[in-house]
């Protein structure tokens, strides 16, 4: 569906079989996109040929694109940002450790006050104050309770996030494993491709020779002239 005909379609300046039409060629032009495999080979070589081509020539090798530099980035970067992240989270837990400590302390003084104003009210049960003292004591009590709770679920929350950031270190290792291989694949192919000779000591390479589909081709004394430079 072209944009001239969507426009026209949402301004509604298409009739009801025109409106069929456009819609049958979206379904059609869908279908065809399914699946790489259900283009023809012409297609498929079309398709991978514009792939390479839109990616062609690569990019230079430097730091930016060094794919065994990147991936070091990678795992250093985030083994900084981890550390940071641990340390903040310890940060956390030992707030929440104060506050459980406080209120805990403040539990004890006000079981205390409870203890004492319960003696005071069934002493002098006509004595108001000490009625409604006993009650905000209660309350108090309740409300500390309350605040430590919630300090020990923040407590186990930050314990169970750090266990959770376990898997940083797990993927660092997954990262330096693939680095590794890299670096011995590249040792590898650097040693099978090397050789003793210095470029210094070859023979010339041919530029043009019979076959290439150019008229300047290697003439057969120069052909030959290479051959007996090999016996040398």
């Known amino acids: 569906m072209t944009q001239e005909e969507l426009d026209a379609l949402m301004a509604g300046g298409l009739d009801l079989d025109e409106e069929t039409a456009v819609e049958e060629e979206a379904e059609e032009n869908a279908e065809g996109i399914g699946s790489i495999h259900d283009l023809s080979k012409d297609q498929q070589e079309k398709h991978f040929r514009v792939d390479a081509t839109s990616s062609w020539p690569p990019p230079p090798p430097t730091a930016d694109h060094q794919v065994v530099n990147q991936l070091d980035g990678v795992t250093k970067d985030s083994e900084v940002k981890a550390t940071e992240i641990f340390d903040k989270l310890e ?33 002098f049960g006509h004595i108001e104050s000490f009625k409604t003292a006993l009650e905000e004591n209660k309350t108090a009590l309740a409300k500390a309770e309350e605040v430590l709770g919630d300090a020990q679920g923040a407590s186990d929350e930050v314990m169970m996030t750090m266990d959770i950031m376990q898997y940083q270190d797990i993927h660092r290792q997954k990262i330096e494993r693939v680095i590794n291989v890299m670096r011995t694949l590249s040792a590898y192919m650097s040693s099978l491709f090397d050789s003793h000779v210095d470029d210094s000591e070859r023979v010339g390479s041919a530029i043009h020779i019979d076959g290439d589909g150019t008229q300047e081709v290697v003439s057969e004394d120069d052909i030959e002239a290479l051959i007996a430079s090999f016996g040398k």
Do not use: G
């Not at 450790?97 to 104003?117: G, P, R, S």
């Open 91 to 123: 940060s956390i837990n030992n707030i929440t450790m104060n506050i459980e400590n406080v209120a805990t302390e403040q539990m004890v003084l006000l079981k205390n006050n409870i203890d004492i104003f319960e003696r005071l009210s069934t002493k």
